[in-house]
């Protein structure tokens, strides 16, 4: 019941986000139609207008807007005129998909185990050599480690391709550039969590009943402790899925993650409002799984 | 069933690794497009095409797909962009040069066999006129009679009834002659012919499919080329038109052109051997170009394009023309294009390029330090007294900014006036440019034919291209003067009459240099990219000499290259 009603409650808040999105990127300066060669006379940006509905009231221009989402047409995109926006998600989005997922898997098993580890082992070698990674990890941005993947394992040791997307082996020099970074978070996250567990009275108890030490941080601290990764991995998953403009320009990546950026300078209204309810979507249906997981692993949790 | 796995990934053995390596192998397979067939020619071509409908496209790398797959009266010829026959085998000119009439080839035809007609083509110049078709270009077909009366659906004086598409001046006297009648006469009116917009186009697929036509298969091309598939900020790929009236010239089977936006991919795309051209500008790291240079696959050559500031003259101080030529005559070009864009360019005086045939520029006005302090004393501002601070617009850009700091150290030390810079993004400058909300701004212009009129008719007062407030009727009526006149050596002394008017009197505008254009390409490997004023490349006329196997893995490849 409970996830019901949040999942009829998407339905409005889809809307009003999708008002505006549709709202705001008409005030930007500018338009879509704005071009460094002026049309030969006036009259041509007045039928080109008139072609998109743009000449129309906003608020009538929305209303036909919602009569064809309704339908499931995001509409035809204002700057790629031979395409539909459900054209371009189509085509850009399962490469943006399997990118996300990668990365988003990457981020998890590095991030896990060296949050883990340098918890258990605080203040040791492991922990600080961990850690420094972790932060490593964190503070080298995307635009800065993808050209350092290139120079290295693509053109150096010839090992990878530097960029498209054709076979696996394109896939994971990008995959390394967009998973390190939130492998170092999650590793930061575990830690924080796990320290803070192994401080509490139900693993002292644990302890006291005479637990092995690998019984107790495995069994019991564990599933508690990894509590603020699931949270922060709906949200990180949502970004990752729709793709990352950064990684996707430097490996040439035939994503979504590109529009998602372009799109709004180049003011391709349509797209704008389409990515926007799509990365809205991901986000919303995300978080809910993450309170499903919530309630599974910790059973204090109690969802209604 | 992958988001769930992970998210709630439990120590409970090996079963959920398995589970979750197998949906990781099938997103690979499936996410992953793995080409059967490698492509005989690879190009980096420049952004995501905007569209591939000749009567749309406005960009360059757009226009370059769709001129392999549309073709025209005319095309251009590959070593100097001039028009050659193209769907018309020949033509006759009228004496006054207003009438045209044009022969197809009766071996034309489109990819799916049937002929091309003279109906084909005027349908293809209506269309693109038509205000439905909301074309960026449609001004290229104005020269025709009635062309924009149509266009812009204007009331036909003699009549007081509305132009239509019937009154437009072109018409198919039989199957395969076209005769065109001119607003007038119009020396670069068969350059027009190959352009783009003019390209002859399937009717059927597009009363059909509207917008989407392009997405049609098989697409009925009239051009050299066919379209396999359009796989949008991926690759393009096409395939040689078997059909095509000259296809025992065409030298490649399968050309894939790429988009990219970042121009350290495209070159390292180019140096481990997955790409074998690239041909845009914008795909050219210059910040590189000191390195590059040296390379023998780097080719510099003169491009039709000019890198000029636009002053604002309905706004004072740059109402006055003495304010316009100091700041002019303090700037040191030279500086400007050698550490700044460093890829050979020449320091431009006068608006339209060198190199157009018949056509010598005036020389404009050079660096006088001394006369522009007089004149800005004369302008009643000694020494920079009293100049109110002011701004130059210009659109993000690592290049421009640089400019605009020298441009703004320069004033400030010849001057001592202050000007701030405006960094805004593209479409803001734009808009802001169009709508005259900037004192000076940084400007460009790229020619769509080798005619010097495609630069100066942006001046004449009222065109949308002019963006400088300058209205000189004296102007106006010279470039009139020269569209009208059949003598190309008067003519060439009427435009060099007028851009005098333009750089060295009224200056609306300060040149800084001309572009240049670079390809990169090893000619060993690939032959038929010739240089020419207008970066023109018909892919037709590409060739790989080394032959390479067409059915070659993209895999194997990969793991071949060093």
């Known amino acids: ?304 | 069933m992958a988001i769930v796995t992970a998210s709630t990934k439990q120590p409970t053995g090996i079963r959920h690794w398995a589970v979750t390596a197998c949906v990781l192998l099938v997103l690979l397979v499936t996410g992953c497009r793995k080409l059967e067939q490698r492509a005989d020619l690879i190009i980096m071509n420049g952004a995501e095409p905007e569209s591939l409908d000749p009567a749309i496209v406005t960009g360059q790398p757009d226009g370059r797909v769709a001129g392999a797959l549309f073709e025209g009266l005319t095309r251009f010829n590959p070593k100097n962009a001039k028009p050659i026959p193209g769907i018309a085998e020949r033509w006759d000119i009228s004496p006054d040069g207003q009438t045209y009439t044009f022969y197809l080839r009766t071996n034309a035809l489109w990819s799916t066999g049937e002929p091309i007609t003279a109906d084909d083509v005027v349908y293809s110049w209506r269309r693109a006129l038509d205000p439905l078709t909301a074309s960026d270009y449609a001004g290229q077909l104005y020269y025709v009679k009635n062309g924009e009366g149509f266009n812009t659906g204007k009331t036909n004086n003699a009549t007081g009834k509305v132009y239509t598409k019937e009154d437009v001046g072109v018409t198919a006297l039989d199957t395969h002659t076209v005769k065109v009648d001119l607003e007038g006469p119009t020396p670069f009116f068969l350059d027009l012919c190959a352009f783009r917009t003019l390209a002859v186009v399937p009717r059927q697929s597009i009363e059909k499919h509207g917008d989407r036509w392009l997405m049609e298969r098989p697409l009925p091309t009239s051009g050299p080329y066919n379209l396999d598939f359009w796989h949008i900020h991926d690759r393009i790929r096409i395939r040689k038109n078997p059909l095509y009236w000259d296809a025992k010239n065409i030298q490649n089977e399968i050309i894939d052109l790429l988009p990219a936006e970042s121009a350290t991919t495209a070159l390292n795309l180019y140096e481990t051997g997955e790409a074998d051209i690239i041909w845009d500008k914008n795909l050219i790291p210059s910040e590189l170009m000191d390195v590059l240079k040296g390379r023998d696959y780097v080719h510099t050559y003169d491009y039709l394009g000019t890198y000029f500031i636009r002053f604002n003259v309905t706004k004072p101080p740059f109402n006055d023309v003495r304010v316009r030529k100091a700041l002019a005559l303090v700037i040191d070009k030279e500086r400007l294009v050698n550490n700044i864009t460093k890829s050979g360019e020449k320091i431009a005086s006068c608006l339209t390029p060198p190199g157009m045939e018949g056509y010598t520029s005036p020389d404009g006005l050079g660096r006088d330090i001394e006369l522009a302090r007089k004149l800005l004393a004369e302008a009643g501002f000694p020494d920079g007294k009293g100049f109110p601070t002011f701004n130059y617009l210009f659109n993000t850009s690592e290049m421009h900014k640089q400019i605009a700091v020298e441009l703004q150290a320069m004033w400030k030390k010849e001057l001592g006036i202050t000007m701030e810079l405006r960094q805004v993004e593209w479409k803001v400058y734009l808009s802001d440019q169009s709508k005259m909300q900037f004192d000076t701004s940084r400007s460009s212009w790229i020619g769509d034919y080798v005619d010097p009129n495609t630069f100066l008719d942006m001046f004449m007062s009222g065109n949308g291209n002019n963006r400088t407030g300058w209205a000189n009727p004296q102007y106006d009526e010279l470039i009139r003067q020269a569209n009208q006149e059949r003598d190309l050596t008067k003519r060439a002394k009427i435009l060099h009459d007028a851009e005098v008017l333009l750089i060295r009197e009224d200056l609306p505008i300060a040149p800084l240099f001309f572009y240049v254009g670079v390809n990169i390409f090893d000619p060993a490997k690939v032959e038929g990219v010739h240089q020419n004023l207008l970066d023109e490349h018909p892919i037709w006329n590409l060739r790989r000499k080394d032959g390479r196997s067409t059915s070659r893995p993209s895999a194997q490849k990969l793991a071949a290259s060093p």
Not at chain 1, 14 to 31: C, D, E, K
Not at chain 1, 68 to 79: A, C, I, Q, R, V
Not at chain 1, 169 to 188: E, I, Q, S
Request: hydrophobic share 50%.
């Open chain 1, 1 to 304: 019941m409970y996830y019901l009603k949040r999942i009829a409650f998407l339905i409005p808040l889809l809307l009003i986000i999708s008002f505006l999105a549709f709202m705001l990127v008409r005030i930007a300066p500018g338009g879509p139609f704005d071009k460094e060669r002026a049309p030969a006379s006036p009259e041509i940006e007045r039928n080109l207008k008139a072609k998109y509905n743009l000449d129309k009231p906003l608020l009538e221009q929305y209303w036909i807007y919602l009569k064809n989402l309704m339908k499931g047409d995001f509409g035809p995109s204002l700057k790629y005129r031979n395409h539909s926006v459900n054209d371009i998600i189509a085509q850009g989005l399962p490469v943006s998909l399997t990118l996300g997922i990668m990365a988003f898997l990457l981020a998890q098993g590095f991030g896990i185990p060296l949050g883990f580890i340098t918890a258990v082992k605080k203040g040791g070698v492991l922990d600080y050599g961990g850690s420094f990674i972790a932060l490593l990890a964190i503070c080298i941005p995307g635009f800065v480690v993808g050209p350092l993947l290139v120079l290295i394992f693509a053109i150096h040791f010839g090992m990878f391709p530097v960029g498209m997307w054709e076979t696996p082996l394109h896939a994971v020099l990008p995959t390394l550039a967009l998973g390190l970074y939130f492998g170092g978070k999650v590793a930061r996250l575990m830690r924080e969590g796990m320290l803070g567990t192994l401080n509490s009275e139900f693993i002292t108890t644990a302890r006291a009943k005479g637990l092995s030490e690998t019984q107790v941080l495995v069994k019991h601290a564990f599933r508690i402790a990894v509590l603020p990764v699931v949270s922060y991995s709906g949200p990180l998953l949502a970004d990752l899925l729709v793709g990352s403009f950064v990684v996707e320009n430097i490996f040439r990546v035939p994503g979504i993650g590109v529009f998602l950026v372009n799109s709004s300078l180049n003011r391709d209204y349509t797209m704008v409002v389409g990515l926007v309810l799509l990365y809205a979507v991901m986000l919303l249906v995300l978080n809910l799984v993450v309170d499903f997981a919530y309630s599974v692993l910790d059973r204090r949790v109690k969802v209604g």
